[in-house]
């Protein structure tokens, strides 16, 4: 077995899935299962769906090929979209987010070229400034979008909590309640999907002061790590060590905490601060930069991450020694499994029952 290495506990993510799902249920809202953070595993997807997720989100269309080709029976997805991957969008996913016309006239010429249909979600942008268009904008979106061949406006959505780090509160989401309203008047039916928002939504949701007309959430890092994401806090019940991160040790023994000599600036160009201790046990690990994103990590055992460059980390034993050979387990952030998941030197291991 390959190091360093992130073991999926697909079990736990089943069972994360299982009990969101139901809670979600119960309060009238359906989930999408957002795969980005495992680059659209085929293995985690068949965990979601298996748990009954039946649709599966991604942000980019090599991740949805993945699913697709790893035989995976979920409605799939497009979270964000481009006039360059229009007619993959229209060949995998059965609906796509948008906020541009361009990109719809791009879907559309390519639902006309294949000579299929395409469903689209037009995102409106609520005051945290990353993807859609202002709310006042949107009747006349889902308009020009409802009068090009191939495209049928299947709902409407927004993205909290992600670039302004905006809350989707009570206010937010009966402010996309009403604006469903308005654009259902202007094209003239109702709309099947109001997407309120992802994993930061959670709160809001079980706080019990009613949906309004949001009937779907696209969540990731809930299913896969148990937290919600404006506080990230543990949501009770849910697994959070899903993923774990080994890596080896490769040097151990007693250093001093200070740096001796002339100090400049460190491998990535910042000037840390050390203070002096004397003598101190220290590990090295075969983990780096390339791996990981270091400030995600917790280490399992008591042990303390000190710092790390491209391709060591340095780590102060806890309770137990470390010694050359030794395999030190960690716990990950969404950033730092997000990182793990894309860097090739790591090792990908599924566990299962
Ligand atoms: C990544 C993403 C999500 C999922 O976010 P989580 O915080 O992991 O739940 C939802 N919607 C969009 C548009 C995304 O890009």
Known sequence: MSLPRITIDLDRIDRNARRVRELYARRGVEIMGVTKAVLGCPRVGRALVRAGVATLADSRVENLERLRAGGVAARLVLLRTSPSVAARAVELADLSLNSELATLEALSAACTAAGRSHRVLLMAEMGDLREGVAPAELPALAAAAEALPGLEVAGIGCNLACFGGVAPDAAKMRQLSRLVERVEARIGRRLGIVSGGNSANHDWLVGGGGRGRIDSLRLGELLLLGRETLDRKIVPGLATDAFVLSAEVIESGVKPTAPAGP???????????????????????????????????????????????????????????????DVVDFDLDYAALLAAMTSPFVCKEFRAQ
Do not use: K, M, T
């Not at 990535?268 to 791996?291: C, I, K, S, T, W």
């Not at 303390?304 to 309770?319: F, W, Y």
């Open 263 to 325: 100090r400049g600036r460190d491998a990535f160009g910042e000037l840390p601060a050390f203070a002096d201790h004397g003598e101190r046990p220290r590990a090295l690990l075969a983990l780096g930069r390339q791996d990981v994103r270091v400030r995600g990590l917790s280490p399992r055992g008591g042990a303390r991450v000190l710092g790390a460059s491209s391709d060591h980390l340095i780590v102060e034993p806890g309770r137990r020694p470390l010694a050359v050979g």
